[in-house]
């Protein structure tokens, strides 16, 4: 007789400071988007919804497990939770305090507490390395429970927060990216945008994310279309190239005569830019 093996589905949960974790769970279970489950991690236990289901799971450093769902949340355990968000609230103020008091250089954004109370995590910002280890006493001693304190990016806390981008979407950090890779200017300009900050810039003040995940999709467009500046004859004459669009693969072209017209990419050819006339050539002189 063999042995059944026990099947295991893996999520994205998020938690009440809007921090995620990934967790497994077992397949038995059942669970649903925006299900409440109780998870546990380490040596506490925690609460989080589910935000989306993946299919593979990040490996963890020094080969840590993941967190494990032990059940769909109870109307107990939200009621614990409940009661852990002023004590979350509690907890700030005297962090807040302690920050002041050491003259730490640091931007406090939440704190959250464990649904069994046995940790608090606070996250926080800040523009270098801050030595926080006398904060982490003090707090320890004041709160009486384990203390961790999380510096995050201003990608994550965006993400924390939220938002409605330019494109009229959710915030792309909010919603499905878990992280964030590195972006450059190079890639704004092989989407023909704009470099002007207001348009290459998300919430956050940095890149927008999604010149990075588009990018490979782009470069496929590109293929094939002529670029700005280029001499094309269209149906209407000569003319250069001085807009483009990659999506609809059309393009603007100033001509000859003074006015602009757009033409699907088919319908120009490129052709080399006409000779300048030189009269100061002396082969031209008599």
Not at 41 to 60: A, F, Q, S, W
Not at 81 to 96: D, G, K, L, V
Not at 213 to 234: A, I, V
């Amino acid at each position: 007789m063999t042995e059944r093996v026990a099947m295991e589905e893996y999520y994205i949960v998020k938690l009440e400071n809007g921090s995620t974790v990934e967790v497994r769970s077992p397949a038995e279970l059942g669970l649903k988007l925006h299900d409440r489950c109780v998870f546990k991690r380490d040596y506490y236990t925690d609460m989080g919804c589910v935000v989306r289901k993946i299919d593979t799971l990040t490996p963890l450093p020094n080969n840590a497990e993941t967190p494990l769902v032990q059940r769909i949340a109870a109307a107990e355990d939200l009621a614990e939770a409940e009661a852990n968000i002023p004590r979350a609230q509690n907890a700030m103020i005297t962090a807040r305090c302690l920050v002041e008091q050491l003259k730490l250089e640091m931007k406090l954004l939440n704190a959250h507490y464990t649904l069994d109370g046995k940790l608090v995590v606070i996250q926080f910002s800040a523009d270098g390395r801050v030595d926080f280890r006398e904060l982490v006493k003090e707090l320890s001693h004041a709160l009486c429970t384990r203390i961790e304190l999380r510096q995050i990016g201003v990608r994550d806390e965006t993400a924390i927060y939220g938002g409605i981008g330019v494109c009229g979407q959710p915030l792309c950090c909010a919603r499905f990216l878990k992280e964030f890779n590195s972006i450059n200017v190079k890639m704004a300009k092989e989407q023909d945008l704009s470099l002007t900050p207001g348009t290459i810039s998300g919430a956050c003040g940095r890149l927008k994310c999604c010149l990075k995940f588009e990018y490979e999709g782009y470069l496929e467009l590109e293929k094939g279309m002529p670029r700005k500046g280029e001499w094309c004859d269209t149906p209407q004459g000569k003319g250069r190239i001085s807009d483009r669009n990659l999506l609809v693969r059309k393009v603007t072209v100033q001509l000859e005569n003074g006015s602009a017209a757009t033409f699907k990419c088919d319908e120009i050819t490129v052709v080399r830019p006409p000779k300048k006339n030189n009269n100061n050539n002396p082969k031209n002189s008599k």
